[in-house]
């Protein structure tokens, strides 16, 4: 698959996150939906979609359950931990703001690959995590400053997107034998009916979700899922390493969103900021994507 369909991909990934970050923002102030309760509809929803797509996929040798059941779990639970702390980030700080900061994601697998897997980084890798540091602390000072515990739940959801990524790739290599756009796309399928029947167990616990909170969870949960199925093929055809730095675009994508959407009125979903302001937001978010691609970039090349 040529590289520029990867790109695309990517990209579109991006734009459709971008967009469930704005529909999730919607449900916890619109239909002052709790965090738990967003996160179980909406992945009942998405375990729905995945049910009607897996037969379109289903490899045709499947291995064994036990073969692929340890990444699947560590894929499935650490993105579910992840998103709960997406969900309270956005109850307290604007999608524009968030968005942007989940690049940091790369601080955190750098993190961890050189603490638990003795990886190392060139000198320019680390330079890149010092500029995303730097930009991560910008998009935080301008306009208003985000709440401290907005923060941490961001840092605790690239925490647990940095441990879902690292369980991805021998996730989807149990079905290699397929291709790799079937393998991603099975694959995905397969997290998500997992996710939903974790959270299915959940509703009987929570407060009653009403008929219109299920129906306005639809848009984002369609969103989302469309934007991982994206990912996914986007991984397949160009890597993850490239993919992600595709991914972290939708920083930029979010902000722009943003204005538009406070241009409109719709301040109780984004608050609207000064044109200065904003430009510093774009440039403090795309200096965040420069710094990850920088730090793509400066890892030893295809077989060195």
Same mark, same amino acid.
């Given at each position: 698959?040529?590289?520029?369909?990867?790109?695309? *991909?990517?990209?579109?990934?991006?734009?459709? @996150?971008?967009?469930?970050?704005?529909? $999730?923002?919607?449900?916890?102030?619109?239909?002052?939906?709790?965090?738990?309760? *967003?996160?179980?509809?909406?992945?009942? =929803?998405?375990?729905?979609?995945?049910?009607?797509?897996?037969?379109?996929?289903?490899?045709?040798?499947?291995?064994?359950?036990?073969?692929?059941?340890?990444?699947?779990?560590?894929?499935?639970?650490?993105?579910?931990?992840? @998103?709960?702390?997406?969900?309270?980030?956005?109850?307290?700080?604007?999608? $524009?703001?968030?968005?942007?900061?989940?690049?940091?994601?790369?601080?955190?697998?750098?993190?961890?690959?050189?603490?638990?897997?003795?990886?190392?980084?060139?000198?320019?890798?680390?330079?890149?995590?010092?500029?995303?540091?730097?930009?991560?602390?910008?998009?935080?000072?301008?306009?208003?400053?985000?709440?401290?515990?907005?923060?941490?739940?961001?840092?605790?959801?690239?925490?647990?997107?940095?441990?879902?990524?690292?369980?991805?790739?021998?996730?989807?290599?149990?079905?290699?034998?397929?291709?790799?756009?079937?393998?991603?796309?099975? &694959?995905?399928?397969?997290?998500?009916?997992?996710?939903?029947?974790?959270?299915?167990?959940?509703?009987?616990?929570?407060?009653?979700?009403?008929?219109?909170?299920?129906?306005?969870?639809?848009?984002?949960?369609?969103?989302?899922?469309?934007?991982?199925?994206?990912?996914?093929?986007?991984?397949?055809?160009?890597?993850?390493?490239?993919?992600? =730095?595709?991914?972290? &675009?939708?920083?930029?994508?979010? =902000? *722009?969103?943003?204005?538009?959407?406070?241009?409109?009125?719709?301040?109780?979903?984004?608050?609207?900021?000064?044109?200065?302001?904003?430009?510093?937001?774009?440039?403090?978010?795309?200096?965040?994507?420069?710094?990850?691609?920088?730090?793509?970039?400066?890892?030893?090349?295809?077989? &060195?």
């Amino acid at each position: 698959m040529p590289v520029i369909v990867g790109v695309l *991909l990517g990209f579109g990934a991006a734009l459709s @996150q971008s967009l469930s970050y704005l529909f $999730s923002r919607v449900l916890v102030r619109g239909v002052h939906l709790k965090a738990w309760n *967003l996160l179980a509809l909406s992945h009942v =929803i998405m375990a729905a979609f995945s049910i009607a797509l897996l037969p379109v996929f289903w490899p045709k040798v499947m291995p064994p359950f036990r073969e692929y059941a340890l990444p699947l779990s560590a894929v499935a639970v650490s993105y579910l931990a992840g @998103q709960v702390g997406l969900f309270l980030a956005l109850r307290t700080s604007d999608a $524009s703001r968030v968005a942007p900061l989940l690049g940091l994601k790369i601080i955190i697998l750098a993190v961890v690959t050189v603490s638990l897997f003795g990886k190392h980084y060139s000198p320019l890798q680390w330079t890149a995590v010092i500029l995303s540091v730097a930009a991560a602390a910008m998009l935080n000072r301008f306009g208003d400053r985000m709440a401290w515990q907005s923060v941490l739940w961001v840092l605790f959801t690239c925490v647990g997107y940095a441990i879902s990524d690292l369980n991805i790739p021998p996730l989807v290599s149990h079905f290699g034998s397929e291709g790799l756009m079937r393998a991603s796309a099975f &694959s995905t399928c397969l997290c998500y009916i997992l996710c939903g029947a974790i959270t299915a167990a959940m509703l009987p616990f929570l407060p009653r979700i009403s008929a219109k909170a299920w129906l306005g969870a639809v848009p984002f949960s369609l969103a989302w899922f469309i934007a991982m199925l994206l990912l996914f093929a986007s991984f397949s055809s160009i890597g993850v390493v490239y993919g992600n =730095i595709v991914q972290s &675009s939708r920083g930029v994508l979010s =902000i *722009l969103i943003g204005a538009v959407v406070a241009a409109a009125g719709l301040e109780h979903l984004e608050v609207k900021t000064s044109r200065t302001v904003l430009i510093q937001r774009v440039f403090a978010a795309v200096l965040l994507t420069g710094a990850i691609a920088l730090f793509q970039l400066g890892g030893p090349k295809p077989g &060195s």
